[in-house]
């Protein structure tokens, strides 16, 4: 089939329209775009290791390695080489394409993108695709990420614009734009996406895949994330979000990010095979394997590996 091109002038109607369709009808168009474009049985695993975690000055509500809250995690210093490439080799050999490197901070120290180069170039040299997310990036830092085989650089809206000050108050969302731009000015594909069930509206949902839609050119990857609810942080509490809900945005991201991957990423563990095989209907092409995110659980590789036989869905291959 003709693959559906993109575009970034979609309005908050259409994506409100979409979100309000029958399940049938957005679940029915949500295939044919995906169909379109991907191989619908085929899914991409990637992996995240945390390189530097907590004791970030941040206040994101939803995150445990934010210093202002009291989660329990300790901040820990940049892992070293050895141990990354390690981990790196040991994801590729269960099945991994993809590995991404997550570190706590507001914004990497020169010092510290020397390091994670040498990590990226070791990385993309296994054959793997690259991403990392270390916070807010200088033009100059990110033109530096690209020379050492940075394919990736992710780095969230989260939520709707008018949600997002309920949720971070030590950076705001000019912030954000300002950092894709800098990743998309050196060359790298972004990754941006959010998070959903952090007590927002519908509204909100729409406002966020809205947003991302009309980036131009729209992320290549597109992480949407259920929260998961970590103690101690404001948002430790929250009810868990509807899992049709999820599905639905998961559909329009699709429909209105044709082309993108979109992962289905956090909360994992909390959803059942049935949830899951949805959001994989509604467009869902990657997840993240291994038993831990950054700090958070995941499913244990034994079980993402029965979900997918049992579905028939076959890994990507690099
Ligand atoms: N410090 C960097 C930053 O925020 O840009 C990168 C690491 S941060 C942990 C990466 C993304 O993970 C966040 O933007 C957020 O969307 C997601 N995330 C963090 N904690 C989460 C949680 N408890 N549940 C769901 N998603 C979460
Ligand atoms: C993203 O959007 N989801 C992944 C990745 N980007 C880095 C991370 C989810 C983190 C979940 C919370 C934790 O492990 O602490
Ligand atoms: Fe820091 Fe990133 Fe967590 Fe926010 S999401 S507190 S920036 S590690």
């Known amino acids: 089939m003709r693959p559906i091109d993109t575009r970034s002038d979609w309005t ?36 995240l290791l945390s390189i530097k975690t907590g004791g970030c000055p941040e206040d994101c509500g939803y995150c445990s390695q934010s210093a202002k809250f009291d989660s ?10 050895a141990e990354v490439t390690a981990a790196a080799a040991a994801a590729k050999a269960q099945g991994a394409t993809r590995f991404c490197l997550g570190a706590a901070f507001r914004s990497p120290k020169d010092k510290d993108i020397e390091a994670i180069s040498a990590m990226i170039t070791e990385i993309k040299g296994m054959g793997l695709e690259t991403c ?4 807010m990036l200088t033009a100059q830092q ?7 085989g ?11 614009p008018e949600y997002y000050s309920e ?5 705001n969302w000019e912030d954000r734009l300002q950092t894709l731009a800098n990743a998309r000015a050196a060359g790298i594909s972004l990754c941006c996406g ?14 966020l895949v809205h947003a991302l839609a009309n980036l131009d050119p729209q992320p290549e990857s597109v992480p949407i994330n259920r929260l998961a609810p970590m103690a101690g942080t404001p948002l430790g509490d929250s009810a868990p979000l509807d899992d049709l809900e999820l599905v639905r945005a998961i559909a329009v991201a699709r429909i209105a990010m044709p082309r993108s991957f979109v992962r289905l990423s956090a909360g994992r563990e909390t959803m059942s095979a049935a949830v899951q095989a949805l959001c994989f209907l509604a467009g869902a092409n990657s997840i993240f394997v291994g038993a831990k995110l950054l700090t958070a659980g995941n499913p244990e590789p034994d079980s993402d590996h029965a979900l997918l036989a049992s579905l028939g ?6």
Do not use: C, W
């Open 150 to 160: 940075l394919d990736y650089y992710n780095h969230n809206l989260d939520t709707s």
């Open 72 to 81: 329990g995690v300790k901040a820990t210093k940049l892992l070293g080489l």
């Open 313 to 318: 869905l076959r890994p990507m291959v690099g």
């Open 194 to 207: 959010g998070i959903l069930g952090m007590g927002e509206e519908v509204s909100d949902r729409i406002g």
């Open 12 to 47: 908050r109607d259409e994506i409100t329209a979409l979100y309000r369709l029958p399940l049938p009808d957005l679940m029915a168009e949500a295939m044919r775009v995906h169909r379109a474009n991907f191989d619908p049985n085929e899914i991409q695993l990637s992996q």
């Open 142 to 148: 990110a033109g530096q990420l690209r020379e050492a």
């Open 132 to 135: 990392a997310t270390l916070g």
């Open 167 to 171: 949720i971070v108050t030590t950076r």
